[in-house]
């Protein structure tokens, strides 16, 4: 198949379109606003959910390259669902997508990099932090995903 006079090899999991779209899904609304103009401030286009369907939703039609779940009530499974709902979808172009997970605690760390997170941060974390955690996983590529996630979890065995 020829896309543009260049060949299709499928996707590679990779959106080559600037500045990334980054979705903060924070079920406090003040909190996910103050979140998507912090990352947005760091030069990305951000945009934000305060539920998990309204994620959803916004994960399959604007297709961002990044997710950052950061879900408080529910715990940690509200987040996981999501996170399950990416790495389950039928298009490679949201199974792709990198995810920044953040929880209470470190305790949820392994079985966060388990479940096909990229990231994991515990609560609270500086601006910085995520931000650096946001273009590590942008900026690593496919194929070292899954070598990144075994690391972590010997990194961080519980």
């Known amino acids: 198949m020829q896309v543009r006079g260049r060949r299709h090899e499928g996707w590679d999991g990779i959106e080559r ?3 990334p779209l980054v979705l903060i899904v924070n079920d406090d609304p003040d ?21 998990d369907d309204e994620a959803s939703s916004r994960i399959v039609n604007r297709l961002p390259r990044c997710v950052v779940l950061d879900i408080r009530s529910g715990g940690t499974g509200t987040s996981l669902k999501v996170l399950n709902q990416i790495r389950n979808h039928d298009d490679p172009r949201v199974t792709t997508i990198r995810v920044v997970l953040c929880g209470a605690s470190p305790k949820n760390r392994s079985f966060s990099f388990q479940s096909g997170a990229d990231s994991y941060l515990v609560r609270p974390f500086h601006l910085g932090e995520l931000a650096a955690q946001i273009a590590d996983v942008l900026g690593r590529p496919q194929e070292d995903r899954s070598r990144h996630r075994r690391d972590e979890l010997a990194r961080h065995g519980d």
Not at 31 to 51: F, H
């Open 31 to 51: 909190a996910c606003k103050m979140l998507v103009r912090m990352v947005a401030s760091q030069g990305y286009e951000a945009i934000g959910a305060t539920r």
């Open 17 to 19: 379109r600037a500045p």
